[in-house]
DNA sequence: CTTTTTACCTTTAACCACGAGGTAATAGAT
DNA sequence: ATCTATTACCTCGTGGTTAAAGGTAAAAAG
């Protein structure tokens, strides 16, 4: 299927939308723009990924959704809810705790059997 | 599902194997423990991921397996390829890529509307 | 007036981790 | 001697999640 992205990409889409949307509100394609910005490239996310994770998280009350008209034309904006900044910190200490351990991991000389 | 190790796992489990089985070979069973153990127990990885990701990586020619007598017992023991070691460093920057992108993206504050 | 960019959204496919379960041999405990 | 825990191998099914590809339409740019 030809990721772009490859390996070690799970519950990253998610971590970083509650992080954006922890600072302001934000609508699908801003995010999709944001999101390469602010990891220097080195992540892109399409609107595949964007949207069915936005539905998910609003589902989830972790985000609130808004209309807003912007001239003639309409988007949706989502910020992050209280729900929302409890599972971004519950997630950010899942990430530190992989980190860490896939960073002790490769360090750590296994005793010969 | 219940899952012992929420998200951020994709590829985590063949970036521990192909590091162990470039140090030395093991088996299965030893390798369980051996991941518990250098990650200080902070991933546990049972033998329903690690099989089928021995027998896949095998296929992919990254591993070599050999049968061993131990006792009356025999065990199956890996061992890295080259090509396994070739797609560990691969692995290894693709790793460093998300973890240094999403680092960043912690620390960026994002510019107001 | 035509093309590119903005903006929204859905469908489909595939991957992959994981738990649960199953077998059998060996070692240790009673 | 017998029972239990541990060692060691393995398979199957599920479900979550990314991701590409496609589809619509408005607005800006050329």
Redesign the pocket.
Known sequence: ?????PPF??????LLLLRLLSQREM????LVRQIQLVTGEAIK?????I???L?ALEKAGALKARRRK????E??YYSATAKGRKRLAKLETDWERIRDAISLSGEARVDPA
Not at 9 to 14: C, I, N, Q
Not at 45 to 49: D, Q, R
């Open positions: 299927m030809a990721r772009t992205n990409m799970t519950g990253v889409p998610e609508y699908g394609y801003e996310l399409g609107e595949g990924v949207y069915p994770s539905y912007v001239g003639a034309r988007r949706v």
